[in-house]
């Protein structure tokens, strides 16, 4: 049985600790904590970009902190609940329109 590579591509992305990915935004403090509740725990939203056409992240990070090039991407959010013994992802909002780069 083959995995999708995109799939494959996109767990690198949340579980992986290279620049642009998931952890290693979170792990920078970057990433905005809000008042949101998940189960009593604590929730953060993580900004990332994406390619429209296949689902496949590309980076995550806040807007003023991406590299240039790949603002040309969908964008999107990861609500993120702070469990005591892992992490859940509870919403995933993705948006419509491509980022606009000047």
């Not at 970009?49 to 991407?73: A, C, L, M, R, S």
């Amino acid at each position: 049985m083959t995995i999708n590579p995109i799939l494959t591509r996109n767990l690198e992305m949340l579980t992986g600790t290279d620049e642009g990915t998931l952890r290693y935004a979170q792990g920078r403090g970057r990433e905005s904590m809000g008042s949101a509740t998940y189960q009593d725990a604590l929730c953060s939203g993580a900004n990332f970009y994406y390619d429209g056409t296949n689902g496949e992240i590309k980076w995550f990070g806040n807007y003023q902190e991406v590299p240039q090039y790949w603002k040309k991407f969908h964008r999107g959010t990861l609500q993120i609940a702070w469990m005591k013994e892992s992490i859940k992802i509870v919403k995933l909002l993705c948006l419509d329109e491509i980022t606009m780069t000047s």
